[in-house]
T-cell receptor
Framework: GENVEQHPSTLSVQEGDSAVIKCTYS??????FPWYKQELGKRPQLIID?????GEKKDQRIAVTLNKTAKHFSLHITETQPEDSAVYFC??????????FGKGTMLLVSP | DTEVTQTPKHLVMGMTNKKSLKCEQH?????MYWYKQKAKKPPELMFV???????INESVPSRFSPECPNSSLLNLHLHALQPEDSALYLC??????????????FGPGTRLTVT
């Protein structure tokens, strides 16, 4: 089955800095890669996703890049703010909407 | 309506109790999911319903029994649970599951404590 590795497990940055979270996947048939943000005690919230026919996608301060050859994808957050503090999960799917999640990255943004 | 709702928010039950978790969505989605999430871990898939039929059961113990009465509702019936079943139970929905991955949207979850 699919295996998703996510790094780092914890990331601390100063407000205004950029943050990058990286994931690798094992199954080259995976074609959908969403990112979820989960604040403490709340639901996972879909923040951005990318499909295998696209190399990069951007939404305001958030961007995701995909390298199919290397089987890795990354989340980039620019101009971080304290409200970006949360746990971020990457995931991969081989169609059919069954997601395999990474173990999560706790992002801490200090004012 | 772009939300998935779940009730109750919190549930405490003994090991001999029977209880049910409920999930509802009105986005016209035809796929619904149950996940279990332990603290500091990712969501773990339990069941998938597609067009109101159970399509995936991730080898979940029979003390968890899912039910999909209609395309908007999803229930999880609980019976004879163990303390290690204490977790956040998340419901999610997506357009469908046929041939491509669609965005999954999560409900707020039910925090379950088994005593």
């Amino acid at each position: 089955g699919e295996n998703v590795e996510q790094h780092p497990s914890t990331l601390s940055v100063q407000e205004g800095d950029s943050a990058v979270i990286k994931c690798t996947y094992s199954d080259s048939a995976s074609n959908y890669f969403p990112w979820y943000k989960q604040e403490l005690g709340k639901r996972p919230q879909l923040i951005i996703d990318i499909r295998s026919n696209v190399g990069e996608k951007k939404d305001q301060r958030i961007a995701v890049t995909l390298n199919k050859t290397a089987k890795h994808f990354s989340l980039h957050i620019t101009e971080t703010q304290p409200e970006d503090s949360a746990v971020y999960f990457c995931a991969a799917s081989i169609g059919y909407s069954t997601l395999t999640f990474g173990k999560g990255t706790m992002l801490l943004v200090s004012p | 309506d772009t939300e998935v709702t779940q009730t109750p928010k919190h549930l405490v039950m003994g090991m001999t109790n029977k209880k049910s978790l409920k999930c509802e969505q009105h986005m016209g989605h035809r796929a619904m999911y149950w996940y279990k999430q332990k603290a500091k871990k990712p969501p773990e898939l339990m069941f998938v319903y597609s067009y109101e039929k159970l399509s995936i059961n991730e080898s979940v113990p029979s003390r968890f029994s899912p039910e999909c009465p209609n395309s908007s509702l999803l229930n999880l019936h609980l019976h004879a649970l163990q303390p290690e079943d204490s977790a956040l139970y998340l419901c999610a929905s997506s357009q469908e599951t046929s041939g491509r991955a669609f965005e999954q949207y999560f409900g707020p979850g039910t925090r379950l404590t088994v005593t």
